[in-house]
């Protein structure tokens, strides 16, 4: 019957040791973490980097733009977001011009198009990198009206 060393043999490649052949990507990367103890702090908790640069592809996590108590111009949310990731491109050794791809989440995709279309016009030149805006139910923190994730690339 052939079942035993199938098993056996599967079951001796899941016991394997990790070694440094297994390693993944992220073990040779350059993780960028947060400057801001609180926000650093918040980062190590939850388990996430600001950014990973990875070989030429810098890849950020989401940044929230959110409005302060009394702010009404979403302008301002997405200002301060930009502003924020235009800081870890630079930490990242990138700028906007490197970026080729950008995903934002959205609370309300028709109240909030415009304004950050403004904003982000203002910081993305052509050529135009890809862009995919999702409508989602909630972000985190429960303030959030949009979360803006970059992936950008390193010039050769």
């Known amino acids: 019957m052939m079942t035993r060393p199938l098993v056996a043999c599967l079951l001796g490649v899941m016991l394997l040791p990790a070694t440094g052949a ?6 040779d990367a350059r993780v960028i973490m947060a400057a801001d103890p609180a926000e650093l702090k918040f980062q190590e908790d939850w388990g996430y980097a600001s950014a990973l640069v990875s ?3 810098v890849t950020l996590s989401g940044v929230v733009a959110g409005l302060r108590p ?3 111009d979403l302008r301002a949310g997405y200002t301060r977001a ?12 990138v700028s906007w011009d490197d970026v080729v791809d950008i995903t934002s989440f959205h609370t309300d995709l028709t109240t909030q198009m415009s304004a950050i279309v403004a904003v982000k016009n203002l910081y993305i030149k052509p050529p135009y990198p890809t862009w995919t805006a999702v409508q989602v139910s909630r972000l985190i923190p429960d303030s959030g009206i949009t979360e803006i994730k970059i992936v950008a690339k390193k010039a050769r």
Request: neutral net charge.
């Open 70 to 72: 009394g702010e009404t």
């Open 82 to 93: 930009f502003e924020r990731i235009g800081l870890i491109l630079r930490s990242a050794g």
């Open 55 to 57: 070989g030429d592809t």
């Open 22 to 27: 297994l390693a993944g990507a992220r073990q």
